[in-house]
Structures are given as C-alpha cells and as structure tokens.
C-alpha cells in the first residue's frame, strides 16, 4: 500500500462496513477527524463497497483507495450539506461535493479504488427541475495548494466529476473518468481560476466537456486567471469536447499545452467559446499531437457562443460592430501543429471572431483533415442563426494575421477554405485532395492582405 505518512486511519477501525448497504459517513467522518487531529496521514479504504454522504478532507491528508474497493455515494440529500462554492462561473450556494476540501494544503486521492457517485440519482432530480441548489461535484477543490490525484477510477458523477477551483500545483495523473454520454453536464476535469496544473495520462469518457479550463464569469466576485497547464497522454472518449477553452474566461486563461492526446468521438476538438460581456482574454496556447476520429469540427475559436446568463441578448448575437470595452473577450497567439483529424462530419474547422475584436496571431500547421463520406449536417458551432454544415472546409470569419501552413483537407463540399471579412492571412503548402472531383481550394471574400 502506498503510504504518504506512517499514521494509516483504516475507517474499519472507526465502524465503517463495506457492505454496500450501511451508511458509513459517520464512521468516515471518525476516520478523518482522528487524521486531522494528529496533523495528517493516510485515511485507508480497504477492498469493500461503501456507502457514504460527502466527504471533507483537511490539509496533510492522503485518501487512499485499495484495489477492490469502492466509495460509493449515497442518495440522501442530507448527506450533503449547503456549502458556498463556485458554480457555472460564480459563487452560490450548492450541495457539497462528494469529497470536498477548502483553504487546504497537501491533499492527495490515490489507489486502484473506484469513487462511485451514482449521478442518475441526481440527474433526474436535475431533470425534473426539483432541486434547491445545483448537484454535488464527485471531487472539488475551494482555494487548495498542493492536490495530487492519482489513478483512481470515478463513475456516474452527479455533475462535475473533478473540478479545481482557485487552486495552486494541481497534479493528476492515471486517473480513469466515466459517465454515461447522456448524463447532464457530467464534465471530466474542470480547473478553474488555478494555477500550475498539470493532469496527463487520462482515460476520460463523459457526458460533457472532456476538459474544459475555465476562469469564472462576469458576475464572479473576482477575476482570478486560470494559467500555466499542461494536459498530455491522454485520451478523450465521446462527450462534447475533447480539450475546452471557456465560455467562463473573465479572469483570463494563458500559457497552455495540450499534446499527444487522442480525441474519438467528441463532437468538437479542441474548442474556445466565449460571447460579449464575459470579458477575459484566451492567450499563448499551444496544441500539437493529436489524433481525432468521428468528430463534427475539429477546431473552433467561437466569439458568439450564447449559452448561459444573457448570452440570448441581443447584442451577444448581432454581427455589427460594437465598442469595444472591459467586457469584449479576445482570443491571439493560438497554434496547433501536427494534428490528424479524420471521418469529420461538419467543418474542417471554424473561426469566427467578433467584428470589433477578431480572432488574432492564429497558426495552423501540419494539418489533416479527412471529411467523412455521407455525414449528415451538423452545427461546427454553438452560434445563433448558424446554418448546419457537412463536410465544410476551414471556414474564417473576422480574423488577423492566421497561418496555415503545410494543411490538407480532404473530400469537403466547396472550398477547402472560406474565409471572409479578415485580414492578413497567410497560406504556404495548402492542398485540398479530393478524390472526387477538382475543388476551388480557397475562397475569399472582403479579405485584406
């Protein structure tokens, strides 16, 4: 058993039984107080099934899950106390996370066990419109330094399933996510407003967003930048995303690395959103190394995403342009290179920035793309009064300086790039190889060199 101090607190010895039936979230409760009280430990699951309500660790404190066992979260609301946390981008009140931990320092969640949340309970109770506050996170983090994260597997999370918030050196490595893809908002890892995260080595299947970094909203009560990560090695099943930028950026989001990844089968790839009055910029990302298969658009910069509080005002939508303020985003120096995107139903890629503030310093280089044989039109983009596509090519709209360079697209209808009311764009050693017929390979409209 892997052991990060000699103090072990096995919850056995505290009454806990892994029955599957009995609720143990007093014994583990026992357990962790013992811990906190002489300055940390190992709080020790062993091989059984048990029932639990939420769970608060403390700082200087290892969960350990041993092979064969498993917390299994139970369907009492009363287990799951109303805390202040942050949700959908902004503080308010929501049940507690399955394991939750607040101004905590050196906690880690390792071992071979699993973390059952058993969502469907909430994801009715979701559906049905009958809760007084939004659904528990499996795992969240309020303003923790040092959170390490380490091969466990989690299932059926009720919302969230692993989501940092304003967290410092975050590590999570060999962890394996899985909830049902039509579970509501069951996104695999969130960080939001931290720093210094690194997660790599993942298995990840959901019912949302693989891995969406975040940065709150504009109604957070401060901005706080989400920055300097890493995401490699791993792998992203289904969901809607693979790697995700936003639509919650106020506080800013910069300096990521995505790489070596394998996307299959989630709608979009890699994906920034955003709309007019959240604000925050998306900057200095590198994307490189990434295979996709079965997705509907491999990339999307979206500056008109209209999901969430007033994103159906009518200013978020209209194509004119507005001044620009605190509160216009803007996304510049973005660049994917070596990416492999095959069976691609709606766009190779798209791009649309606003009027007043486009999209800006954009690179694609060594690309891809190979559109699937008879897909049915589907939406790139969450966009109003966006028109489904199929087997589009790159479509550009209000961008600047944006290369692409060394990119092939392959059996698109139409051009393999479209690109319209943008400046300074740049093509070396584009192709458009398709098997059936000659296509005009770039269309421009109000472009200027």
Request: glycine share 8%; net charge negative; hydrophobic share 35%.
């Amino acid at each position: 058993m892997q052991q990060h101090s000699t103090a072990v607190y096995n919850i056995e010895q505290f009454g806990a039984v892994g029955d599957g039936w009995a609720n143990n979230t007093s014994a583990v409760k026992r357990a962790i107080e013992a811990c906190s009280q002489s300055g940390g430990g190992t709080i020790y699951v062993p091989a059984g099934v048990f029932v639990t309500g939420a769970i608060e660790l403390k700082s200087n404190m290892h969960l350990y899950l041993d092979a064969g066992s498993e917390l299994l979260f139970s369907n009492d609301r009363a287990d799951y106390p109303v805390i202040s946390s942050r949700w959908e981008g902004a503080s308010r009140d929501v049940y507690m996370s399955c394991i939750y931990a607040c101004h905590a320092e050196n906690i880690s969640i390792t071992g071979l066990g699993t973390l059952n949340g058993q969502g469907a309970y909430w994801w009715k109770l979701f559906k049905d419109d009958s809760l007084a506050y939004p659904r528990p996170n499996l795992l969240s983090f309020d303003h923790c330094e040092r959170v390490h994260i380490e091969q466990v597997k989690m299932i059926d999370s009720p919302s969230w399933t692993v989501h940092p918030n304003d967290c410092d050196n975050v590590t999570i490595s060999a962890v394996t996510i899985i909830n049902p893809a039509n579970s509501p908002n069951t996104d695999g890892i969130n960080p939001e407003s931290c720093r210094n995260v690194k997660i790599s080595d993942c298995s990840i299947d959901v019912g949302d967003d693989c891995i969406a970094i975040k940065a709150g909203t504009e109604d957070a009560e401060c901005a706080i930048p989400c920055e300097n990560i890493t995401i490699t090695n791993c792998t992203m099943l289904h969901g809607h995303g693979g790697v995700v930028f936003g639509s919650e950026m106020s506080g800013d989001i910069r300096n990521v690395v995505v790489s070596n990844c394998i996307f299959e089968g989630t709608d979009r790839g890699i994906r920034f959103k955003s709309r007019r009055g959240r604000g925050g910029t998306i900057e200095n990302i590198r994307v490189s190394n990434i295979v996709m298969n079965n997705v509907i658009c491999p990339f999307i910069l979206n500056l008109y995403y209209y999901h969430g509080p007033r994103g159906l005002d009518p200013y978020v939508s209209d194509k004119s342009t507005q001044p620009v303020t605190a509160l216009t985003p803007r996304f510049r120096h973005i660049h994917f290179s070596n990416i492999t995107a095959t069976n691609v139903t709606a766009a190779a890629g798209f791009i649309y920035g606003l009027p007043e503030m486009p999209v800006e310093d954009i690179t694609f280089s060594h690309i891809r793309v190979a559109m699937k044989s008879g897909a049915e039109p589907d939406l790139p983009a969450m966009m109003m009064d966006l028109e489904p596509m199929k087997q589009r090519g790159f479509f550009c709209s209000h961008a600047e300086d944006v290369l692409f360079e060394h990119v092939t697209v392959q059996q698109q209808d139409g051009p393999a790039f479209e690109i319209m009311n943008s400046k300074n764009i740049i093509m070396e050693h584009c192709r458009s190889k398709e098997t059936a017929k000659d296509e005009l390979l770039v269309q421009m409209t109000n472009v200027i060199s």
